[in-house]
């Protein structure tokens, strides 16, 4: 078994003397706020061990990292009819996210894009009765600790900023593909976005999806087979239009989030999560991808 | 100088044998409730005759027309600025509206789409304190008739289901095209639509775009290259992705609506207006098309 | 009358000084060549007068013009079952133009872009055993000059740099819209561009589209609802993405070349042809757009 | 270890009862003629074992499995300065091939999509004075069989339709992005794809895609670190817009062909190959894509 904790180190020590950290988001005005010098890793074996170097137990805003919970919850409840409302092909270039969707007449190309994302929202939305509460809930018992809660003032800027989403969303009705208000849908993908997390916490969160299903506590919380197809998801869709890069460079399903977090697993022997908020200009953690591409490398761990 | 009153009754006879009249426009539910057979015809001369035929006196949701009359408005407010803000090209296809709206980063094609008319809507709700009460007030002066008014079922019926629109003002507003918000835009937006007036109305209210800017008094409305202009964009513009075929059968700058209305005109002779609630393929009225080329061909009047 | 001389030379004055000529085609070599200060008018009025000012009588390549005088040969032969094969929208974009033929199924937007024209070639190409001899003699029997002829070099530069143009016949012939071998249609095409004209004489063979079909000698070569068509199609794609800024601001029927050449008439008033090679960034001749503008502001002449 | 034997038998006689077999491609004419019922697979241990079922030693037109092959050696030549010329990334949707190339200006969105290999072509053309020789000499080395060869038959299908093809290596060209005479280009592009393989050729040739770069005989032909990233590349872009649903489904990097065959690999497992003409509406094997389905879900093998 490799030396983890020095490879960690190692990635740690080489990275922090890095000046280009990219540039920090933006345009959702709390996450502007965050040190751009920010950074920590956590790795979490399947078989219980733990490894962590630097901010592991800071919280950061998960973003999109969320929708590959959503994912799961709703793959849970709809099977495979989810098909029916959403893809599972790569989407390529982002800056087409609305063309795409007015192409492919209001089927999103898959469910790890924002418009994909609102289509499994809406899902949740109609299936629970207080789906904010139900999704809360869902993360706090996978990593079982209750702490674990939505970021007010990052929920706010969300709210206040998120006019593409408001978009998608009234493009997605248009299309008959949501079917509760764009209001409540939104209320709750904007939630889902503003949960903030520990790397710590994600990595445990994501456990299940290493371990066939079973989280932490040996639970089982999602089917193996669907296990297996959201991991194939993540590596052909989980990093924008850099999702080829990734599986490139580093050759794990994982998912990135615009809070600067990425999430990365292999399946049956660990989870790993980075955090830097600095982002490279597909929008993806910069020192997070350079830290998973080390890790890779070093460990010598690839589904490749 | 051609006999006005028998052509119009030749192209009424023979359009009224015509089995297929398109089909009515369904998205706005209001609207799909008008008789598919109605059919009528107003020619205004700039001299000051009038023919009409059929049903030029029943009151009609002008829909996009509306778009040229607020298109008037804006460029007389901001002039050559307003091309900062929107594109004078035609669209071409349709069915990308908000991907064209993507790939150009939030400049508007032209100010007779949708995203356009909502940037110029825009600048009237900048503009104007009560610009609702404005808009109207210039229709009913230009008109020289109080009586115009908005159809509130129209209106309602706007709100209930203008997904496509709610998508794209908030496109425009993620672009930082639209100042104002995105509710207060389409307020005014969905009113201008909503605008009932006959056929005898339209042909007197686009009566300063064959008149060198001046009404049916005489009074000076728009600066005579403005009117140029617009009749420049309503004939490469002014059809949707049927703007080439309209301007190779018909050859006369105009404008169509949902409703089933079409205006047309040529620079100093005359303003025709033509009523069919019926859509061809491309969503301009089928009878409408037709009756206007039938009218060019008979009176030999085009600008080509 | 205006005076038309006076005009002309105020323009050319005034445009001579204009330290900004835009950028002569590179990608052409033998076009690369030129002069870039070259300038001249020829103005002919539908009455016989003419009027000319600067290098109004040196030989240009004709390049893009030349689909205008093609389309009115294959419209003679083929009629309306043309348009089966091309459509008369305007394209958009330009950088699109293969994407667009693809979207589209291999039917070109309109018979002024180069797919468009490509297939105009290819119906000459299936009509006439000697098509390059044919178009020859067409344009020369036109303009009663015999002395026009095709330039070999400008030729030999279009046949070693025309990648575009096989990539676009290759993929009419993909879509089976092309029913000649590729190499004889480009050999065609690729003559047709080099065609070698003085703005005299262009304004010559333009003459019959603003005097309803008959050329200077009086004879009928085009039927009028053919010509009326054709002036349609320019004004809404004679000038690439800048088509409607053309109509908007100079409100005329027109073709744009590469060679900086630019024709342009009012039915039944005139013909007018500009010269000067420096192109603006969307491909039309800087000085020529300005130009005509100006012609068109100072002598009120436009048709709207 | 699972029954392979077994399991191969099972999956071949479900499938030979289905009666739905796709369309077998018809575009080039000679794999038009090729029996739509013929199904074969060919598994290959890498631990030397193989176990075969059906018609796993006839010869098939291998089409585009060949660009794994010439991406190999490409690598090999040029390491990472290929990807300045070639990008990584996923393409979507297969019907605007063109406009992607144009869209990004003529580097192809992966090496896997005909506009990629016909860079990875050109390099190999570049590379070597007799590139159809070689590539020809590598395949029969890495699989330790000299009686591989062109296809003739195919070879001239190939040149005859490839209308596309040619579209798009002039497009490439015209984007400075081939660096040979598009003739050349394409008349070792056409080689590639008539190449002759039986299914169990097929899976030798790519055991070193699971051997960490050593072929049967134990001789290393490519480097460890371009395995592992052909092996990504295979899996996000191996299947035109079905790479996805491959990924979702079966979870094994892969390459399908228009002749019919895929073939898959699981790193320091198998490489897997099947063969039935038949194609589904994405172009991919209908029955190759469900054995190979079958296969992992019965082995319980995939890298998720």
Known sequence: MPDYQSILEDIY?????????????????ELANVDPNAFGIYLQLVNGESYEVGLSQT???IQSISKVL??????????LNLWERVDIEPSGNPFNQLSLLELESGIPRNPLINAGALVIADVLVTHFKEPKKEFLEFVRTVTNDQSIDYDQKVLESEFSTGFRNYAAANLLKAYDNL????????????????LSMTCAQLAKAFYMFANKGKDMQGIPRLKKRYVKRINAIMLTSGFYDEAGEFAFEVGLPGKSGVGGGIIALLPN?????????????????????EALEMFTTQSNLSIF
Chains 1, 2, 3, 4 share one sequence.
């Not at 959503?70 to 099977?79: F, P, Q, W, Y």
């Not at 208000?181 to 939630?191: A, P, Q, R």
């Not at 022997?269 to 991808?289: A, D, R």
Request: hydrophobic share 35%; charged share 20%; proline share 4%.
């Open 13 to 29: 020590q080489k990275l922090s003397l890095d000046p280009d950290r990219g540039e920090v988001a933006s345009y959702i005005p």
């Open 59 to 61: 919280h950061i805003s």
């Open 70 to 79: 959503t994912l799961a919850m709703a793959i849970h409840i709809e099977g």
């Open 179 to 194: 079917h509760n208000d764009v209001e409540e849908v939104l209320d709750f993908y904007f939630h889902q976005c503003s």
């Open 269 to 289: 022997e660990f989870v790993i999560s980075v955090w830097s908020p600095g982002l490279n200009e597909k929008g993806n953690s910069k020192l997070g991808m």
